[in-house]
Each structure stands twice: as structure tokens, then as C-alpha cells.
């Protein structure tokens, strides 16, 4: 993610992101009882990302005055990251859509299951497998290393996106997003500024996965049960289709992928070109419903 507090930066285009854990807890709320059984009690807030991420940034947006302590947790989610059996709940948000890699083959002209596109459209059975295949033994491992740190009888929150059953990548509006990044870099390709090959050996480590497909993951790795599986009824409805918006937001999100595989100068030019894309493709493609559980 795109760090600091800038125009583009995480931290000012994640709303969506933040709406979807805050609509939850308040719906929880609501269904509460109304009391406070928790006035005692301390607080300790870990916050988890990769070393690299900017950490700075997030300390100074915690609210003032806010009755917790709070810590930075580094490394990767797939790896132990704490103490066995030292915290209460803990919640993913938005973030268990990523793989530990791309997955094998992925990248390789000669593999079956070479991907010609950026992500997992859904479209091609040999990639989708692969990138299943991935996901489904990274978050096994996941699910093992929290099982481990968690109390006996705590609880996991997983917010995020997935696809209805069946319904392909490509087909939601964030599907679109991606075709429309994966679009602008070919121009950029057929225009000479970057190599054709380089284009094609460009994918993203992130896999949004089936309804069905998630729960036989929790199911078949066995160290949690599964209490509920909704829907959020998002505040600002569900992705906003404004191209300039989704522009932006994708930047402070994909931005350090491109950048790192691209360069920086590869990088802003594709996002000139992207808000011109989604004018040109969100009109023609309808997406379908994402849900978010
Ligand atoms: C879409 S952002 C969500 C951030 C935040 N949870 C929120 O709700 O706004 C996904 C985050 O997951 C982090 N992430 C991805 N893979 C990770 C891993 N293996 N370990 C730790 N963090 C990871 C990324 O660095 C990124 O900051």
C-alpha cells in the first residue's frame, strides 16, 4: 500500500476498507445487549503488516484519547507473528485475499497455467487452479499460526470481499478495475515505453475467492468453526463505480506492485491512463454483486 497521508495514499483512499469492519461492529452493537461489560477492562491493540509497511502513519491516525494501548506487530501474516496463546480476538481486514506468491507457473510462457492477465479472472481453469491451489495452502497456514497465538475459545473476525458462488473475477466491478490497469499497461506496451514481455510477466499475488471455496478452507483445515457467514450491507453501497474515485484508489493500492515491477516512471503513466479506461469500460460491463463476509 502506498504509505503517508497524501493524496494517494493508503491512509486517504481506504474508506471502503474501514467502512466494512465499522458497519459490522455496529451492527454487533446494535444486536447487543446495550450494556458495557467491558469498562474494566484494558485494551492492547496489535497491529499487523509487513516490516515495510508504514507504520508511522498509522499510529499517528488513532484517534486522541482512545482508551487502548496499541503496538506495531511486524512480518508476514503467513509466519508466527506472536506469543502462543496470548491475544483475544483477531481480525483481518481486507487483507485475506492475499497468497504468499504468485503461484507456480503463473509467470511461465511454457507452464499450462501461464496467465496472460494480471490476476485470476476467473476465466482460464488452469490459472484459476493454480491460484486456488496457492491461496488455499497459504490460508491453511495462516489459520494455523492464529489458531496458535489465539486464547482456547477465542475469536477470528475476517472481513473482505469474495465472489458469489460462481461468479467469476472479471465480472465484478473490481475485476473491471483490474482489466482496466492490465489494459492501460498493454498501451503502454504497444506504444514502445515498456517491453511486451515485461507486461506479461506482471501478476499480482491476490486471489478472491468463492463463497463455497472459503468455507470448505475454514472447514478442511479444522481449527475453527465457523459461527457466521454474512453479508455487510456496505455504508457507502457496495464499490464505488466513479472512475476517478476507483482511479485514485487503486493507485494507493496496487501502486507499490506496479511500482516495484515497472519502475516509478512506468507507474504514474499508467494511472493517466486508467480513469480514461473505466469511463470507457464500466458503462459496458455490468457487474456483478461481490459480497462482503
Ligand atoms: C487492502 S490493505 C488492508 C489494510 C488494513 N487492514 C485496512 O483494513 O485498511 C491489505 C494489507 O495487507 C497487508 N498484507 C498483505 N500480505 C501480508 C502478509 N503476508 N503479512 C502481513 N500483511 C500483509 C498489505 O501490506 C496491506 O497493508
Given at each position: ?25 455496529k451492527?454487533s452493537?446494535?444486536k447487543?445487549?446495550g450494556q458495557n ?6 485494551f492492547?491493540?496489535?497491529?499487523n ?11 499517528q491516525?488513532l ?6 494501548y ?5 512480518g508476514?501474516?503467513?509466519e ?6 496470548s491475544?483475544h480476538?483477531?481480525v ?15 509467470t511461465?510462457?511454457d ?5 496472460r492477465d ?7 481453469k488452469a ?6 491451489d ?6 491453511k497456514?495462516?489459520l ?5 497465538e ?5 475469536l477470528m473476525?475476517?472481513?473482505g470481499?469474495?465472489l458469489?458462488d460462481?461468479?467469476?473475477?472479471s465480472?465484478t ?11 492501460s ?6 506504444q514502445?515505453v ?7 510477466s506482471?501478476s ?5 475467492a468463492?463463497?463455497?471455496?472459503l468455507?470448505q478452507?475454514?472447514?478442511e483445515n ?8 454474512e ?19 487503486c ?17 504514474t503513466k499508467?494511472?493517466?491512463?486508467i480513469?480514461?479506461?473505466l469511463?470507457?469500460e464500466?458503462?459496458?460491463r ?7 463476509t
Amino acid at each position: 500500500m502506498v504509505g503517508g497521508e497524501g493524496p494517494e495514499s493508503y491512509n486517504q483512499n481506504s474508506s471502503y476498507q474501514s467502512k466494512t469492519s465499522l458497519m459490522h461492529l455496529k451492527t454487533s452493537t446494535a444486536k447487543g445487549t446495550g450494556q458495557n461489560p467491558a469498562e474494566n477492562i484494558e485494551f492492547q491493540v496489535l497491529f499487523n503488516d509487513f516490516t515495510t509497511n508504514d507504520f508511522n502513519t498509522l499510529f499517528q491516525s488513532l484517534p486522541a484519547g482512545r482508551r487502548y494501548y496499541s503496538a506495531g506487530v511486524p512480518g508476514s501474516f503467513f509466519e508466527s507473528v506472536l506469543p502462543k496463546e496470548s491475544f483475544h480476538i483477531g481480525v483481518i481486514n481486507y487483507a485475506f485475499h492475499f497468497t504468499s506468491k504468485i503461484p507456480k507457473g503463473i509467470t511461465d510462457r511454457d507452464s499450462p497455467s501461464w496467465n496472460r492477465d494480471m490476476h485470476c479472472t476467473g476465466f482460464n481453469k488452469a490459472v484459476k487452479k493454480a491460484y486456488l491451489d496457492q491461496y488455499s495452502a497459504d490460508a491453511k497456514i495462516l489459520l494455523d499460526a492464529r489458531a496458535d497465538e489465539l486464547v482456547p475459545g477465542g475469536l477470528m473476525l475476517l472481513f473482505g470481499s469474495c465472489l458469489r458462488d460462481g461468479v467469476k473475477m472479471s465480472e465484478t466491478s473490481k475485476g473491471i478495475v483490474l482489466y482496466a490497469v492490465g489494459a492501460s499497461l498493454n498501451d503502454l506496451a504497444q506504444q514502445g515505453v515498456i517491453e511486451q514481455d515485461k507486461v506479461d510477466s506482471f501478476s499480482t499475488p491476490l486471489y478472491f475467492a468463492e463463497e463455497n471455496e472459503l468455507k470448505q478452507i475454514i472447514e478442511e483445515n479444522g481449527r475453527f468453526t465457523i459461527e457466521a457467514f454474512e453479508d455487510i450491507i456496505h455504508a457507502k453501497g457496495e464499490f464505488t463505480l466513479d472512475p476517478k474515485v476507483l482511479a485514485v484508489s487503486c493507485r494507493a493500492s496496487f501502486g507499490t506492485f506496479l511500482s516495484q515491477h515497472f519502475g516509478e516512471q512506468v507507474f504514474t503513466k499508467v494511472f493517466d491512463l486508467i480513469e480514461a479506461k473505466l469511463r470507457q469500460e464500466l458503462p459496458r460491463r455490468m457487474p456483478n454483486p461481490e459480497c462482503s463476509t
